[in-house]
Each structure stands twice: as structure tokens, then as C-alpha cells.
């Protein structure tokens, strides 16, 4: 867990508001040098790859942490991929579905 997480969201209602309408709604891990969001907003992962707001966010962690992160998307290990299907019935799945 990232600590700081709800203090930086404050922060950066002010800064910039459009990434934390966003952000709302999310949380944040520490890993090492890297703080790693976890954020449903369908439009994060576009906002994020932005320097503008990328730099931003990590300049307001940097004040409030007095620590220099990467930042990144959280991608829960929890969720496990569904099990592969049998190749032959994906086939005749999609052979009926075409019919």
C-alpha cells in the first residue's frame, strides 16, 4: 500500500484536475522505486503514457515523499487468466457460430 496515495489525490485536485477525476476512486502501491496505480478508468492507461501528467504526478509524490518514483499500472496477480480452451472445441465453437 502506498500511504501517501489520498494526499497526493489532494494535491493534485489542484495541480490537475482532469487526471485526478480520473484517479478517483483509486489506490496505490509501493515497490521499490516504483509507485504502481491501480485506477478502473478505461482512459488512465492513455492519461498516464502523457509526460505531462506522468511528470506532474511524480513531481507532487516527489514533494510530499521526497522520493523519485517510476510510475506504473497495477495489474493484480489475483486475477488469474481463464484456463485455455481445448483448441478443438474453440474450432467447432466458432465452426457452428459461422454456420
Not at 491501480?38 to 509524490?61: M, R, T, V, W, Y
Request: charge should be negative; glycine fraction near 6%.
Amino acid at each position: 500500500m502506498f500511504a501517501e496515495w489520498a494526499e497526493v489525490l489532494q494535491v493534485l485536485q489542484g495541480e490537475n484536475p482532469a487526471l485526478a477525476g480520473i484517479l478517483a476512486g483509486s489506490s496505490a502501491v509501493s515497490r521499490g522505486d516504483f509507485i504502481l496505480i491501480n485506477c478502473d478508468n478505461p482512459a488512465f492507461p492513455a492519461f498516464i503514457k502523457q509526460s505531462l501528467h506522468a511528470n506532474g504526478l511524480k513531481e507532487i509524490i516527489y514533494n510530499i515523499t521526497d522520493r523519485k518514483v517510476r510510475l506504473g499500472i497495477f495489474k493484480p496477480s489475483a486475477a488469474k487468466e481463464p484456463e485455455a480452451a481445448d483448441p478443438l472445441a474453440r474450432l467447432q465453437e466458432n465452426y457452428q457460430t459461422n454456420q
